[in-house]
Structure formats: structure tokens, C-alpha cells
Nanobody, 122 residues
Framework: QVELVESGGGLVQAGGSLRLSCAAS????????LGWFRQAPGKAREFVAA????????YYTDSVKGRFTISGDNAQNTVYLQMNSLKPEETAVYYC???????????????WGQGTQVTVSS
């Protein structure tokens, strides 16, 4: 019911910035909470941030608060993750995800994008 396509990943120096985009489509995508996860080599996938479809509510994992901003563009059916002051340990594949509630998007997303690689050099 929901398809997610990420873009915007790449190589950046430590302290630099990137903006990731996730384009959502499908019959009922507008009803879902959207979020971002990341998975570093050899590590488990972890939750990063989430936003409801109206943009009125957001949630961030503690390690990115003050540096990352999640936002949405309902007219374009797109969610963004602005990442500032990036750290080398944040090198990972970043995934867009969708679920019905904030709790579900953190624990068990219903849909996943293909992922986009973010590499932060020292």
C-alpha cells in the first residue's frame, strides 16, 4: 500500500551536512507516520526520527537532538531528514519507514525504503 524511495545520501566530511529525502506513494500513504532508521556495518538497525503526516508531532533519538531535523512536505508527498554536524560514527545506510503510529514506526514499521548510504569521513 505504501512505497518509499530515499535519496540524498553521499560522502561528507565530519561536521558537514546532508539532507535526505523520502518520496512516499500509495493508496493510503497519507495516513501513516513516517520515520528514519539507520544501520551501520556490523550493527543493528536503529531508530533516528519520526514525524506524523501533518508535521505537528516529531520524535528524535537522543543522540541526534539539536543536530537533525525531520520535516514533511505533504504537497510533494515527501519527508526530509536534515542532518547537521555529522559524526564519523553516523556512517550508515539510512532507511525511510512508515507505520500507523509513532510506537509502531519505532518498533515494527509496516513499510521500508531501499536505503541510501551516508558516509562521514574523519
Amino acid at each position: 500500500q505504501v512505497e518509499l524511495v530515499e535519496s540524498g545520501g553521499g560522502l561528507v566530511q565530519a561536521g558537514g551536512s546532508l539532507r535526505l529525502s523520502c518520496a512516499a506513494s500509495g493508496r493510503t500513504f497519507s495516513r501513516y507516520v513516517l520515520g528514519w532508521f539507520r544501520q551501520a556495518p556490523g550493527k543493528a538497525r536503529e531508530f533516528v526520527a519520526a514525524i506524523n503526516r501533518s508535521g505537528s508531532s516529531t520524535y528524535y533519538t537522543d543522540s541526534v537532538k539539536g543536530r537533525f531535523t525531520i520535516s514533511g512536505d505533504n504537497a510533494q508527498n515527501t519527508v526530509y531528514l536534515q542532518m547537521n554536524s555529522l559524526k564519523p560514527e553516523e556512517t550508515a545506510v539510512y532507511y525511510c519507514a512508515a507505520a500507523a503510529t509513532f510506537g509502531m514506526v519505532r518498533a515494527a514499521p509496516s513499510y521500508w525504503g531501499q536505503g541510501t548510504q551516508v558516509t562521514v569521513s574523519s
